[in-house]
């Protein structure tokens, strides 16, 4: 199974901070990556697919990169609405496993 | 709208099964896999399995394989994922979510949830 680590676990931010999250892959996955965020008590809405694609709807505050193994999730300028829990998720084999999980909270 | 509707709470003993079911509309069923995700209370996303739409294969997580079931039902647009043998561990919330080929195979529109309680 391919293994998927989120860093931080959590962080700290403030509204207005540039805020990037990691995501590493144990093995290559090309660009099968994908990005989610849930809110407290809702289902996860997709954020960015195929590692750099924004979801349609999605503000463009919200970005993504990486390709092989690592693989980042940028927000630009975090907005009040953006604190939440961010996965990652590889769709490169089955079982699709998803990374962790990263909190970001109010600072 | 295109959308993904689930099966209302449950609450089980344990030992017992409990079927979750997810009704879509808005779309062309057979287009789109369905999956299965579970979240366990204060826990992070766990995927299960995947069934094709389109023929009924499945892939389940080796964790689950033996105890899960996932269907389908063309003529409602219904998919259905059946967990048997429930543990108190099994308590958890259970999402069904479309897959996309245009996304990679990300998940693009989710249900509500069905929150499972394994309690005695």
């Known amino acids: 199974d391919i293994q998927m680590t989120q860093s931080p676990s959590s962080l700290s931010a403030s509204v207005g901070d540039r805020v990037t999250i990691t995501c590493r892959a144990s093995?290559?996955?090309?660009?099968?990556l994908n990005w989610y965020q849930q809110k407290r008590g809702k289902a996860p809405t997709l954020l960015i697919y195929?590692?750099?694609s924004l979801q349609s709807g999605v503000p463009s505050r919200f970005s993504g990169g990486g390709s092989g193994t690592d693989f980042t999730l940028t927000i630009s300028s975090l907005q009040p609405e953006d604190f939440a829990t961010y996965y990652c998720q590889q769709t490169y084999s089955t079982p699709r496993t998803f990374g962790q999980g990263t909190k970001v909270e109010v600072k | 709208q295109v959308q993904l509707v689930q099966s209302g709470n449950e609450v089980k003993n344990p030992g017992a099964s409990v079927k979750v079911s997810c009704r879509a509309s808005g779309y062309s069923f057979k287009s789109y896999n369905i999956n299965w995700v579970r979240q366990a209370p204060g826990q992070g996303v766990e995927w299960m399995g995947w069934i094709s739409t389109y023929n009924g294969k499945t892939n389940t997580a080796q964790k689950f394989q033996g105890r899960v079931t996932m269907t389908t039902d063309t003529p409602t647009s219904t998919a259905s994922m059946e967990l048997r043998s429930l543990r108190s561990d099994d308590t958890a919330v259970y999402y069904c979510?479309?897959?996309?080929?245009?996304?990679?195979?990300?998940?693009?529109?989710w249900g509500q949830g069905t929150t499972v309680t394994v309690s005695s």
């Open positions: 979510a479309r897959e996309s080929t245009s996304t990679r195979y990300g998940m693009d529109v």
């Open positions: 093995q290559t996955i090309t660009t099968y």
């Open positions: 195929d590692a750099g």
